[in-house]
């Protein structure tokens, strides 16, 4: 018995060891996904980019805006004149967080009377979170300490009551629900999982089987083969979108703020970039287990370094250079301006184009491995 378990046992190690890529990719893989989910993942979001609107521009406000700085969770990338123009930077995704200083701060400080708002984008679980109770900590305390000891109020107690009042209002989400965080992101998570895994064995199937031979006899193009291969899959992913969302929506009763058919026409294009992600992925694979292996490489990274879960805002450039080739990194901000936010075109704009640019390269890329193998 036990020469025939060790008989088994040599024949696996001399088959794994044939199949060096297949070892490489076992190999490697854990360590990977430790080095990238290492810096990847926080659940402590701090630097949160943040848009200031100061009507004031005295030195009170200047304090205040120095302690949102100084407490390390807010980073001012942009200023706007007014409070239209903060909210539509939060629209665009640009900031997270912004805060708006009324005029004439100084003057309200000193009567006692004065308020800032705060306004924290609620579409994205972490951040939301985290600029919400940095944002109450620093008008409790933090904004208190660059106030002068005349401007401060005694309550009949004799107690310090500062002089500043802090209104914080959750866009998008006030209530802080957690599905409606969850399920614009979870639609695009599971499309990509559904786009790539329809396509990831495709070509390789073909090869092991021995069909292949019989394609390449025809005078179709390695093009027009890739183009064949995802149609089929296109309307598959397409009836399981409409259905994540018809659950998300009636099933959930989260909002749908956005345009229906917008959110449709762009979910197409991401969909497209899926299957041909999962063709590149199964015209590099030597077989079926190389390309289950890749692709549950791609998914697990993807779904961490793409936004899906933690904000991308907080990872090292080098980790969000690498998240940037996964589709899920374009459409997660998409889904979630369409569906939580309510945003038109223009301002997913510039996520239509990477996400155009990624279909170009991504089937460019995978008929190019395909002809190689041909060859």
């Known amino acids: 018995m036990f020469q025939r ?19 490489a990719v076992m190999l490697s893989m854990p360590l990977l996904q430790l080095i990238l989910f290492g810096y990847a993942i926080s659940t402590n979001v701090r630097h949160i980019p943040m848009v ?15 302690a949102m ?13 007014d409070q239209a123009g903060a909210v539509a930077a939060i629209d665009s995704g640009s900031v997270e967080a912004g805060l708006v200083i009324p005029p004439d701060f100084t003057d309200h400080v000193q009567r006692g009377d004065a308020q800032v708002l705060i306004l924290v984008d609620g579409s994205d ?9 940095a944002a109450n900590i620093i008008g409790e305390q933090q904004a208190i300490q660059v106030l002068t000891e ?18 914080i209002r959750v866009l998008y989400n006030p209530d802080l629900k957690d599905l409606w965080f969850i399920i614009p992101g979870m639609a695009a998570l599971l499309l990509q999982t559904q786009t790539i895994v329809l396509t990831a064995v495709a070509v390789v199937r073909e090869r092991e089987v021995g069909t292949i031979e019989q394609i390449l006899v025809t005078p179709i193009r390695p093009f ?3 183009i064949g291969k995802i149609i089929p899959y296109l309307f598959i992913a397409m009836i399981n979108m409409l259905s994540v969302l018809a659950i998300g929506v009636f099933w959930f009763q989260v909002p749908f703020q956005g345009s229906f058919w917008l959110f449709i026409s762009l979910a197409f294009i991401y969909v497209f970039s899926g299957l041909g992600l999962g063709l590149l992925i199964s015209t590099v694979s030597q077989n ?10 791609v998914e697990m990274v993807g779904m961490v370094l793409g936004g899906f879960i933690f904000p991308r805002y907080t990872m090292p450039k080098v980790i969000q250079w690498v998240g940037d080739i996964f589709p899920l990194t374009y459409f997660v901000p998409i889904s979630r301006g369409i569906i939580t936010k309510g945003v038109g ?31």
Do not use: C, W
């Open 5 to 23: 378990i060790l008989a088994i046992i040599q024949k696996e190690l001399i088959q794994a060891k044939r199949d060096r890529v297949t070892l």
């Open 52 to 66: 200031v609107v100061d009507q004031s521009l005295d030195q009170q406000s200047r304090s205040y805006i120095a």
């Open 69 to 81: 700085v100084n407490s390390g969770y807010f980073d001012v990338v942009e200023t706007q004149p």
């Open 125 to 133: 679980l972490f951040t939301s979170q985290s600029a919400y109770n």
């Open 150 to 167: 005349e401007n401060q109020t005694q309550s009949p107690t004799g107690i310090s009551l500062p002089a500043l009042d802090a209104h």
């Open 224 to 226: 027009e083969l890739m």
């Open 288 to 297: 079926q287990r190389q390309a289950q292996q890749l692709f549950m490489l």
């Open 345 to 375: 075109f223009s301002v997913v704009a510039g996520q239509v184009g990477a996400l155009v640019l990624y279909v170009v390269i991504v089937m460019s890329l995978a008929t190019l491995s395909f002809r190689k193998r041909l060859e």
